[in-house]
């Protein structure tokens, strides 16, 4: 009989799952001749009443350009705490048991799980319970630990690089402080590197809480010396020295995690209260987690896929695929989920942007 591998995709969507998934059942049936089981919406198939299919490779024909997930995703479905309201009220049951079950029923020998932090968590939990796993880092945060870069990053970047050179126009033609609020929650990659890129004036990162009179006098010489605007990124997890981060939403019965955002309009508040100047604020969003994969993320996503499917085989479980300089490799999971990977403050990068004159808001 033929060995069955499951796969899913959870968390927040992002550019290159398709790659992956893609990668993972053309090695499959091609390469090891196992079928392919989709699992629809993350976690969420495995429980109750969730939905899963078989994928052939015509499945998977066409799906290498195309953004989101062809499986679907959830950022809210954990088996071990699902909210389940009685009497009025939310209780939170584990019902990882079921999803081993279920598991068992599928005849899945092995499951792919292609996640970020939260879903990798949860793949090692299942783990523990006899799941064999291994798992793809995917997230535009570029946050995970054990490998250089997650797949998605990448086109996250170029999307927010593009945003800021159109940016730059407006901003000059009307000598305007334009504020750019992009994502990564905890971590600064995507603000940084693509203010690098995009020759942002000022970039605000979580890692380094910034000070809004350095901002204002940063503004001011360059207007001083000619410049009659400023670019500014600002990361979605970035705040004030002595200050909170900007919470939107705190995690809830639905929500696993708090969500992000506003930190651009604080910023805007606090300048326009101290300079004479026009300023506006563009919230870059999800657009960062959509389109098509840049060449890299379908690269990179292709060959995790590709790898994922041959640690299932050598049944290397509890293993995450990652990339090391040029070469993609394995790491256990769970040091890849120990924290998060933020930005050094002191760091390379932080001190190249500074060598360029960017304001680092210290
Ligand atoms: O982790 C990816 C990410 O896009 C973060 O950068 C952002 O904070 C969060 O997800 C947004 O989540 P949601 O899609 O639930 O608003």
Known sequence: MKKRIGVLTGGGDCPGLNAVIRGVVKAAIFQYGWEVVGIEDGFDGLMAGGRCRQLSIDDVRGILPRGGTIL??????????RPVKRGGM?????SSDEVVERIKCLGIDALVVIGGEGSLTIAVDLMKKGVPVVGVPKTIDNDLMETDVTFGYNTALETATDALDKLHS???????VMIMEVMGRYAGWIALESGIAGGADVILIPEIPFDIQKICQAVEKRRNNGSRFSIIVAAEGAFPAGGMRVVKANADAT???ERLGGVGELVAKELTGNLDMDVRVMVLGHLQRGGSPSTFDR??????????????DREEFGSMVCLKGREIGKVPIEKAIKQL????????????AESLGIMLGR
């Open 90 to 94: 939310v209780e939170y049951v584990d």
């Open 170 to 176: 407006t901003a000059e033609s009307h000598h305007r």
């Open 72 to 81: 679907g995703t959830s950022n809210r479905g954990n088996p071990f705490s």
């Open 255 to 257: 929500h696993m995690v």
């Open 341 to 352: 990977k933020v930005v050094d403050p002191a760091g390379e990068m932080v001190k190249s």
């Open 299 to 312: 690269c990179l996503g292709s060959r995790f896929g590709v790898k994922a499917m041959e640690l299932v």
